[in-house]
């Protein structure tokens, strides 16, 4: 070979060198030149689990599909790998894998449940790797700022020009809850399964009334409403200009005179009603939590602004909702003289949660975790009483915090337990905590990691936290770091969520959509090792593959509260009939849908090798008729596939939230989908024997009717293909 020749080489060489190293960043920096400078130097807001009824322990979102960046290993060459003081890489898709994280659960659920689009997404996406770039750092103080806006740009260009088409409209994204501070939201609806609010009070007025009742939160802009949309047209009290005629209802909520915004009315149980929240902040969907005595509170968990930290903590149930909520001055505080529970603190964290400690005043806890306590960003837990008044004269309004040693949770190790749900059980708090750093003194592995990487993101710990009550008045919750679990699993199961709410029960279920099939999978982490195993599902005595459909929307685990507990894993899925090859008529006035849902089940208390069988299905067909000549609204329109963005009745119900609960007369578990174009008339289908009817067949008025058909779902070839096109 030529000198001449080699020379050239090196030259090719060191051109390319300079083009991987310096081209990515400077198209990244010319296309998003003016993204937000964020200085505040807080986390971002991490994914959070709600609870949607009494008996639900856990939601599986995700589509199956697991949770990462979504990035070949090889994308490691183009960012920052160089170490950081103590010796550490942290490699892009780790390093910035919380953000993922959402990202993955933006793309698939944000539009259906919070109308967020891809742009939405995105820029959360770049937002969140900015702020989290500053705390886990590369390289030296100095520059890891800049460098980590320049980052952040690359992960945003990079998902902006390759993830169009995983990004779901409304033809596929599904209704599934997971953020806890939705500032990009305009609106968005939650729906809770909760017990009649005042059926205990008066048998005969609501002997027609259900056990439970489905109240629908709608937040618009924070401005909240609630309706109980399975509550009949009954009055909560008779009209009367007397404040002195306070009823049993009235009385239960602690009302003793009729405040002057009651007196005249009529109020039904069915009607929406205003609800008073503490303005000037952005709310989340309120928290469903059952407590000890079986009584169910509803909690938001607000953030003031992404800036700090401080969070608005509000304590009601459904008969509070649904009575008189207006405080007499607009303050967050005691002296607003609100009938609901509100208390601001500064929780050190962005995504607070309640829990309850039983037994103890002062019960219920609003609880973080965080790595904001100490210089070394060592994990600490933080808990301050929900509900006891703030003493303006030290430092009761913020959550005081205990720190956790040891080489698992200190010196920023545990900073992956900001990326997936936290459990929270009565006196117990789980998180995931998966690795964030790569430490290696070998030249030749550190080349290799930084082309390869760990596209899955494999290694982590599983945390078990137990919470004790406070050893003195006012003080932290006792927080004990009870157990640390490495595991070596793929994130291509995450998330993984509870099978039971039995404390240091650690089993978990995870989804697996393989090709054309879906798999249920668990994971002991009470074992040594733990390890991916299957789960098996039965129906007629013989196993069942289902369809990979049945993953895109979320799968329902519920745990009952019978003298023999079951444990209930409930499926659904949809699709909209729409005739391949053939487009949609502009003028059309009528779309169908066919929606379908599954349970199988065993005794809680079953070993873990045995399956869950089939006990009841049903496959529906929905059709919506609408009025003509009027395609500019979402509810009077034929869904085109050719433009998913545009919403329709049946796309809408196709993505709709699924809920699970004894809203039906008859006891058993009904099943529930809220209509967004008909708010007032669910759906709701009742169990039957094996299989499901709707309550009702028709709905809605002449402009905008719905007329459903269920039958029987008890084939296995109907559940292990896709949804069949004729009914």
Sequence with gaps: MSRKLIGWSVVAIAVIALMLTYLPTFVADSLYKNVEDISDGEMPATITAFQSGPEVVSTLGGSGEGLNCSLPAVTNIFFDGSKDAAGKRHLVLQRFRQACVFHDLCYRHGLATYGYNQNDCDRILQNAAFRLCIYIRNGSEASSAVRCQTDSKMVLAGVSIGGYGAYRGWDRSTYFEFESDPARASQFVASRVVDHPFKALDQAKYSGEPDQVILTVENVRSDIAVTCITCAKVPVFEATQDPTQVNAELRSVGLTRLPEALLGRRPLLSQTAPVWLPPRRHHAAPHLLIDAAGKNRLIWMSRNNPRDTLSCIVLADAARLLTNTLPKRDLFSINAGSSLTMVEIDMFATSPLPMELPGVADSILATAISAQMTTDRDLSFCSRSASRPIDNSGSDDRSKCTNFSGDDVSKGAALGAFQNFAV?????????????????????????????????????????????????????????????????????????????????????????????????????????????????????????????????????????????????????????????????????????????????????????????????????????????????????????????????????????????????QGGGHGIAFPDVCLKSEPILLTPQGDTFVPSRDTAGWPGLRRTIKCKPLDAAAAVNGPIAATF
């Design 424 to 664: 929270v059980r009565p006196g117990q708090q789980i998180f995931f905590a998966r690795d964030v750093d790569q430490r290696t003194d070998a030249a030749l592995t550190s080349i290799w990691q930084r082309a390869m990487g760990d596209t899955y993101s494999p290694g982590g710990a599983l945390l078990v936290i137990d919470v004790g009550p406070p050893s003195v008045a006012n003080g932290p919750a006792a927080a004990r770091l009870k157990k640390v679990v490495r595991f070596n699993i793929d994130d291509r199961f995450d998330p993984m969520m509870p099978i039971t709410r039995k404390r240091d029960d650690l089993r978990f279920l995870s989804l697996e959509a393989l090709k054309s099939k879906v798999y249920l999978r668990m994971i002991d982490f009470a074992k040594g090792e733990p390890a991916v195993g299957n789960v098996r599902l039965t129906m007629g005595g013989s196993d069942v593959e289902l369809d990979r459909s049945w993953a895109e929307r979320p799968m329902m685990v519920l745990e009952t509260r019978d003298a023999q507990p079951r444990t209930k894993l409930v499926f659904s899925h949809g699709e909209i009939a729409i005739a391949p090859g053939q487009p949609v008529a502009a003028d059309a006035t009528t779309e169908a849908l066919t929606l379908q849902a599954l349970i199988f089940e065993r005794d809680a208390a079953a070993p873990a090798d045995a399956p869950f069988v089939k006990s009841a299905g049903a496959v529906c067909r929905i059709v919506y008729e609408f009025a003509p000549d009027h395609t500019d609204w979402p509810c009077y329109r034929a869904f085109d596939p050719g433009r998913p963005m545009r919403a329709s009745p049946a796309a809408k119900m196709q993505a709709s939230q699924m809920l699970v609960g004894h809203f039906m």
